[in-house]
C-alpha cells in the first residue's frame, strides 16, 4: 500500500518515532512563530474593528444633528386625541388651530333588485349591454348569454379594460340574490350609476325568458359622501379623508367624526392643533451624541490602556493613530463654532462640558432650557455649514472613511493575513517534504543496517562451520 511506514525491518529502531521527532524539531519553532504573528494580526484587527465600530456609531448620531432638516422638522399634537391625525413639513409656521371632523369619506354602493328562487345566483339573465359611469366618465359591457349569471356580471365588469373606477360582487341574504356595485374611491364626484339593455333571452324565469331588466332599478345602499372639517370656523372639503395644504406645510387625515358636545347633538367637539418645532427629538439627538462621544473615549481608554500592577497592555497601547482620535476630536469639540450665535457659542452653553477622563457630561436640565428658549441658535451650533456635527463628521471621515486611516489599517491587516497564510500554506508542503526526506533517510539507513548485519551473520556463519584444528592435540 502506498506511504505505509512501518517500524525499520533491518535495523529494529522505531524508524517512524524517529522522523516524528526530527520533524516535530523542525516545525514547531516556526509553527509557534506564525500563530504568534496570526494572533497579533487578529488582535489587531478586533481592537482596530471595534474602534472603527464606535465611530461609525458616532457619526450616525452626528447625522442626526447635521442633517439639513435635523432642527426644521416641526411636531404637530392634538388636544384630543383619536379623531385626525397630521403631517407638518418644514414649511408648517408654528402656531395652533382648532378642528372638528364633521364627517368622513364614503364610497358610493348601490344594489340591484333581488333575484330570488332556488337557481337565482346560477340563472342566465340573457345578453344585453350595461352602461356603467363613475366620476362623470362612462363604460360599455356587453354580456354574452350564457355569460350572463350574476357571478359573471360582475366579473365581466371587472375585468372591463376600460373600467373607470367601478367593482361589483354578488351578495346573497335572505331574501335572495342581488348584484352590487360601489366606487373604488370615496367622493360625491366618484357616484356609480348604471343602465341596462337586455334583449330577453336568458333561463326561464317564472314562466318567462329572463332579461338583464330583472336587475331593475338601482337602490343606494351607501350615499356617496366627501370628508368635511372644520378649520378655526372655516368648512374644508375632500373626496377622501386627507386633507393637503389647508394650512401650509400641512396634511390632516380624518380617521373618526367629533364626538358631540352634549346631548343636544346640536355641535361637535373641537380639538386643538399645535405645530411647533420637533424639539424633543432635538434633545434625544443631543443626548445620544453624548453617549456616543463618551462610548468612543472609553473604547479608546480600554484599547490604549496598561495595567501596571499584571504589566499588560492593550492591543493600542501606544498606538499613534488612536491618540490622535482623542486628540483631534478634543481639540474640535473645544474649538469656536463659526456662525454660532449667543447664548449658544459652544457646547458648554448647552450643558456639555468635560470630565477629566476624557469623557462629557451634559446638564439635561440647561439643555432643555437652551432647546426651549433658543431652539434656532441650537441649530446653528450644530447643523450650520460650520457646525460642530459638519467639523466632527469631516474629522471622522479622515479616519473611518473610504480611505480613512482605520479603513487603511483594516485593509493592511487583512493583506498581512492573507500573506501569513500563504506563508503557513508553503510551510506546511516544505514540511511534507523534508517529512519524506527524512523518512527516505532513516529508510536508507534500516537497509544499510540490514545488509551489515546480513553480512556479519555471514561472517559468523563461516567461522562457525571451520574445522576444529586444536582436535588432534586431544588425540
Not at 386625541?81 to 414649511?91: E, I, N, R, V, Y
Not at 460642530?388 to 479622515?398: I, P, R, T, Y
Request: glycine share 8%; hydrophobic share 40%; aromatic share 6%.
Amino acid at each position: 500500500m502506498s506511504g505505509l511506514k512501518l517500524p525499520g525491518v533491518g535495523s529494529g529502531f522505531p524508524i517512524q518515532s524517529f522522523v516524528d521527532a526530527v520533524v516535530s524539531a523542525e516545525r514547531t519553532p516556526k509553527e509557534q512563530q506564525l500563530a504568534r504573528r496570526a494572533n497579533s494580526i487578529d488582535v489587531q484587527l478586533s481592537a482596530y474593528g471595534g474602534l472603527k465600530s464606535v465611530l461609525d456609531e458616532f457619526k450616525t448620531a452626528l447625522k442626526k444633528l447635521g442633517d439639513e432638516e435635523a432642527f426644521q422638522k416641526r411636531s404637530a399634537r392634538f388636544s384630543e386625541s383619536g379623531f385626525l391625525t397630521a403631517k407638518a413639513d418644514k414649511s408648517a409656521v408654528a402656531g395652533s388651530y382648532s378642528l372638528v371632523v364633521e364627517q368622513l369619506a364614503e364610497a358610493h354602493k348601490i344594489g340591484s333588485d333581488y333575484i330570488t328562487g332556488e337557481n337565482a345566483k346560477s340563472l342566465q339573465l340573457g345578453s344585453g349591454t350595461l352602461e356603467l359611469t363613475s366620476n362623470g366618465e362612462s363604460f360599455s359591457v356587453d354580456i354574452a348569454r350564457d355569460k350572463s349569471s350574476l357571478a359573471d356580471i360582475a366579473e365581466a365588469i371587472n375585468n372591463a379594460e376600460d373600467n373607470k373606477g367601478v367593482r361589483a360582487t354578488v351578495v346573497t341574504d335572505d331574501l335572495g340574490s342581488r348584484l352590487v356595485l360601489f366606487a373604488e374611491k370615496t367622493g360625491v364626484a366618484n357616484e356609480v350609476s348604471l343602465s341596462v339593455s337586455g334583449n330577453g333571452d336568458g333561463d326561464d324565469h317564472n314562466g318567462n325568458p329572463a332579461s338583464l331588466a330583472l336587475l331593475g332599478n338601482f337602490d343606494t345602499l351607501q350615499a356617496a359622501q366627501d370628508a368635511r372639517i372644520k378649520l378655526d370656523g372655516a368648512t374644508i372639503t375632500s373626496a377622501t379623508n386627507e386633507f393637503k395644504d389647508a394650512v401650509t406645510g400641512l396634511t390632516l387625515t380624518a380617521s373618526k367624526v367629533s364626538d358631540w358636545t352634549d346631548d343636544s347633538k346640536t355641535e361637535r367637539k373641537a380639538t386643538t392643533l399645535t405645530i411647533g418645532y420637533d424639539k424633543t427629538s432635538v434633545e434625544t439627538n443631543l443626548k445620544g451624541f453624548v453617549e456616543s462621544f463618551n462610548k468612543v473615549m472609553s473604547t479608546i481608554k480600554q484599547l490604549t490602556a496598561y495595567n501596571v500592577e499584571t504589566q499588560k497592555a492593550g492591543p493600542l497601547n501606544g498606538d499613534g493613530s488612536a491618540r490622535a482620535i482623542t486628540a483631534q476630536i478634543r481639540a474640535l469639540l473645544s474649538e469656536a463654532v463659526e456662525g454660532a450665535v449667543s447664548p449658544v457659542k459652544s457646547l458648554t452653553d448647552l450643558g456639555i462640558t468635560t470630565k477629566q477622563d476624557g469623557t462629557i457630561e451634559l446638564d439635561a436640565a440647561l439643555l432643555k432650557k437652551q432647546v426651549d428658549e433658543n431652539f434656532e441658535k441650537v441649530g446653528l451650533l450644530f447643523a450650520s455649514e460650520k457646525g460642530v456635527a459638519e467639523k466632527l463628521d469631516d474629522l471622522l471621515e479622515g479616519f473611518v472613511g473610504k480611505e480613512g486611516m482605520l479603513t487603511e489599517k483594516d485593509k493592511s491587516l487583512r493583506e498581512q493575513m492573507k500573506k501569513l497564510e500563504k506563508e503557513a500554506d508553503a510551510f506546511t508542503l516544505r514540511m511534507e517534504e523534508f517529512e519524506a526526506r527524512t523518512y527516505k533517510q532513516f529508510s536508507a539507513m534500516d537497509i544499510a543496517v540490514a545488509r551489515m548485519n546480513q553480512q556479519l551473520n555471514s561472517v559468523v556463519s563461516a567461522f562457525e562451520s571451520m574445522p576444529d584444528f586444536n582436535s588432534w592435540r586431544k588425540k
